[in-house]
């Protein structure tokens, strides 16, 4: 089934919703539409018709032209100069930035982590990792990708920073599709788990230098993986 449909002028239409409803909507809409461009559902590259979304989504016009001003916020997809969207392609360069920036970023959010984890909080991200290394076993690629985000999630909330926090979940969504691509290769997807491995003792030492250190190379390490594999698709 044809997922495009036409996208029509972005202006705001009427309706008798409520305004909680309409936000509601909105929200519903973006996660869908998030989910399908991460999981590649809706390929780089592809033009999103309005119509159509709003049949597959069940929603008006205004809630998806909503949606998809948050994914292009997000650079998720691209809003194109003839009022058109498509799902944004992957560029080797711009997810080396983007990697580096990202490192930095849970680089500083995991030593903040080290001064203020407690214990029951190392058990929990110990728990998490036990349940990644489960679905690792079992080749289970989504439910290990989500239990991965929620690892690095937890970790950036311990730290307990709120602009860190905000800056990180701004970049998340872009962070995930690629990551998600890179562990499409069996061995990174293996090494990347023993990298966590290793994330995990050095947190549970709160040893916040070393944890920034691999937690920087943890996301540089997937970018010739990543490289080969949009030279491959191209």
Not at 55 to 62: D, K, M, N
Request: hydrophobic share 40%; charged share 25%; proline share 4%.
């Amino acid at each position: 089934m044809d997922k495009t449909a036409e996208n029509g002028p972005w202006a705001d239409e009427s309706g008798d919703t409520s305004g909680r409803k309409k936000g509601q909507l909105h929200a519903e809409a973006a996660g869908k539409l998030r989910r399908m461009i991460l999981s590649g559902e809706l390929p780089p590259g592809e033009r999103l018709r309005e119509m159509q979304l709003c049949e597959q989504l069940g929603v008006s016009r205004t809630p998806v032209r909503e949606a998809l001003r948050t994914l292009a916020a997000e650079g998720l997809v691209d809003l194109l100069p003839n009022r058109s969207v498509v799902v944004s392609e992957l560029h080797a360069p711009d997810l080396e930035h983007l990697f580096v920036v990202f490192g930095a970023i849970e680089g500083i959010a995991a030593e903040l982590a080290c001064q203020k984890i407690t214990e029951a909080e190392i058990g929990e991200i110990g728990r998490l990792l036990a349940e990644m290394i489960d679905y690792h076993a079992r080749k289970e690629r989504a439910p290990y990708m989500q239990i991965n985000q929620k690892i690095h999630q937890r970790t950036v909330e311990i730290a307990a920073n709120p602009v860190l926090y905000t800056v990180w979940q701004s970049l998340v969504p872009r962070v995930e599709r690629a990551r998600a691509l890179a562990n499409l290769d069996t061995g990174r997807w293996t090494g990347a788990l023993f990298e966590h491995t290793k994330m995990f003792t050095a947190l549970a030492s709160r040893d916040g230098q070393l944890l920034a250190q691999l937690t920087r190379e943890h996301f540089l390490n997937s970018l010739p993986f990543l490289q080969s594999r949009l030279e491959n698709d191209g």
